[in-house]
């Protein structure tokens, strides 16, 4: 342990470690890789040319880099540490236990984060404190996300910057101003770690573009702020993860089997408990097993192997394990029989195909009102964006036996 290392862990650190400003930047892995780097670089930069001190880096731990995954980057700024002192501090955990702010560039991590080895789903408010701020990136107003939070003892703010998650990835960037937008909310949220001032004349001398500066302003001027406290949120349903310290490791390496087994229906194929993936998907497919042809495809194509064969020849998904990647909807022949629905419109994770044979008509209408009359088609290049199509009509319910 070096001297700065032992100073700043010792009794006498807390006081200067209540300098220091943290921030926890929660994204997606891949297709959010280069947007949340940007934006944890950023405001390191931008507090340097405000006289402060300021350090950054990234968790991989229990998330490496794989599509979808919940990921997070971390930037911590200081007014009077030194860059020694501060980095002494900051590179102690390659986590954070408390953060006074919160950055979410896609608003559907607010319903939990998964680690990448399956032991519990923790909230995405877990980090905050007592008057700090979660910002999401969102067109939800802030009542709506208020109810996927934890609840916690005290009162923090919640911050809605409008606008939709960008899937800036790591083969194709976007450059779509969505970390410049995010600089500008944090000025707005957090003056104590940038004023817009500084990000303002940060952004002109790094882009030479005045357009990025308003884009800045913009977001300034457009955050929402609310209060959240005590009463809003639900108690956490799920057990939190906790990561084994390096003295509860048992010597050599274990590598469980996964018990085999199959039966037709719901959770019928037996698979691996320890590599749940459900908090990785944005969107997920939603099926018409009305209108099915048994095709087979879905089941067949499914990278992650979630469809699960039914006795009336159907296929049902396994949500904890779908990761949201659209194959299924891409494959099926039959028009608008799966579609790709955000995943904020759901609440459980509950076989969909229970719920159709308990009542057919009343699982096909629920479903259309969630779909809505808009057909997302993606891009095949990550990041490039996508193209939307407005039906004007839904496909009618196909009662059993009607061809």
């Given at each position: 342990?070096?001297?700065?290392?032992?100073?700043?862990?010792?009794?006498?650190?807390?006081?200067?470690?209540k300098?220091?400003?943290?921030?926890?930047?929660?994204?997606?892995?891949?297709?959010?890789?280069?947007?949340?780097?940007?934006i944890?670089?950023?405001?390191?930069?931008?507090?340097?040319?405000?006289?402060?001190?300021?350090?950054?880096?990234?968790?991989?731990?229990?998330?490496?880099?794989?599509?979808?995954?919940?990921?997070?980057?971390?930037?911590?700024?200081s007014?009077?540490?030194?860059?020694?002192?501060?980095?002494?501090?900051?590179?102690?955990?390659?986590?954070?236990?408390?953060?006074?702010?919160?950055?979410?560039?896609?608003?559907?991590?607010?319903?939990?984060?998964?680690?990448?080895?399956?032991?519990?789903?923790?909230?995405?408010n877990?980090?905050?404190?007592?008057?700090?701020?979660?910002?999401?990136?969102?067109?939800?107003?802030?009542?709506?996300?208020?109810?996927?939070?934890?609840?916690?003892?005290?009162?923090?703010?919640?911050?809605?910057?409008?606008?939709?998650?960008?899937?800036?990835?790591?083969?194709?960037?976007?450059?779509?101003?969505?970390?410049?937008?995010?600089?500008?909310?944090?000025?707005?949220?957090?003056?104590?770690?940038?004023?817009?001032?500084t990000?303002?004349?940060?952004?002109?001398?790094?882009?030479?573009?005045?357009?990025?500066?308003?884009?800045a302003?913009?977001?300034?001027?457009?955050?929402?702020?609310?209060?959240?406290?005590?009463?809003?949120?639900?108690?956490?349903?799920?057990?939190?993860?906790?990561?084994?310290?390096?003295?509860d490791?048992?010597?050599?390496?274990?590598?469980?089997?996964?018990?085999?087994?199959?039966?037709?229906?719901?959770?019928?194929?037996?698979?691996?408990?320890?590599?749940?993936?459900?908090?990785?998907?944005?969107q997920?497919?939603?099926?018409?097993?009305d209108?099915?042809?048994?095709?087979?495809?879905?089941?067949?194509?499914?990278?992650?192997?979630?469809?699960?064969?039914?006795?009336?020849?159907?296929?049902?998904?396994?949500?904890?394990?779908?990761?949201?990647?659209?194959?299924?909807?891409?494959?099926?022949?039959?028009?608008?029989?799966?579609?790709?629905?955000?995943?904020?419109?759901?609440?459980?994770?509950?076989?969909?195909?229970?719920?159709?044979?308990?009542?057919?008509?009343?699982?096909?209408?629920?479903?259309?009102?969630?779909?809505?009359?808009?057909?997302?088609?993606?891009?095949?290049?990550?990041?490039?964006?996508?193209?939307?199509?407005?039906?004007?009509s839904?496909?009618?319910?196909?009662?059993?036996?009607?061809?």
């Open positions: 342990m070096t001297q700065s290392l032992a100073k700043h862990t010792g009794s006498h650190s807390r006081k200067e470690a300098d220091i400003h943290r921030v926890e930047i929660n994204y997606r892995g891949i297709f959010q890789k280069r947007l949340g780097y940007n944890s670089h950023d405001i390191v930069y931008a507090a340097h040319s405000e006289g402060k001190t300021a350090f950054s880096n990234g968790r991989y731990s229990d998330d490496p880099q794989r599509n979808g995954i919940p990921c997070a980057n971390f930037a911590f700024v007014k009077s540490l030194g860059e020694e002192e501060l980095e002494a501090i900051a590179s102690a955990k390659m986590d954070v236990d408390e953060a006074d702010l919160v950055l979410v560039l896609d608003d559907t991590l607010a319903k939990g984060l998964e680690p990448w080895g399956h032991y519990g789903i923790r909230p995405i877990q980090k905050v404190v007592e008057g700090s701020t979660i910002l999401f990136v969102s067109r939800r107003k802030p009542e709506e996300l208020k109810k996927l939070l934890e609840k916690k003892p005290f009162k923090y703010n919640l911050a809605v910057l409008p606008g939709d998650r960008s899937f800036a990835g790591l083969w194709y960037y976007r450059d779509d101003n969505s970390d410049i937008r995010f600089l500008g909310a944090v000025a707005r949220i957090a003056p104590q770690v940038l004023d817009i001032e990000v303002v004349n940060y952004v002109r001398n790094k882009y030479k573009d005045e357009k990025r500066v308003e884009a302003k913009e977001a300034f001027d457009s955050v929402v702020i609310n209060e959240v406290t005590p009463d809003d949120g639900m108690v956490w349903p799920y057990e939190k993860p906790v990561l084994p310290a390096w003295q490791f048992d010597e050599g390496i274990v590598v469980k089997s996964v018990k085999r087994g199959f039966k037709m229906g719901p959770r019928g194929q037996n698979r691996n408990p320890d590599f749940k993936r459900g908090t990785s998907k944005t997920r497919p939603v099926v018409r097993f209108t099915c042809i048994k095709c087979t495809l879905c089941w067949y194509d499914c990278p992650d192997e979630c469809f699960d064969p039914t006795p009336d020849g159907l296929f049902d998904i396994n949500y904890e394990y779908c990761t949201g990647c659209g194959r299924c909807a891409q494959v099926c022949p039959v028009n608008d029989c799966i579609v790709m629905v955000d995943e904020l419109k759901f609440d459980n994770t509950k076989s969909p195909w229970e719920q159709y044979t308990k009542n057919p008509e009343q699982y096909v209408r629920v479903m259309e009102e969630k779909k809505g009359l808009t057909r997302e088609v993606p891009s095949p290049v990550t990041g490039k964006g996508e193209q939307f199509i407005e039906l004007k839904s496909v009618p319910f196909k009662a059993k036996g009607v061809k």
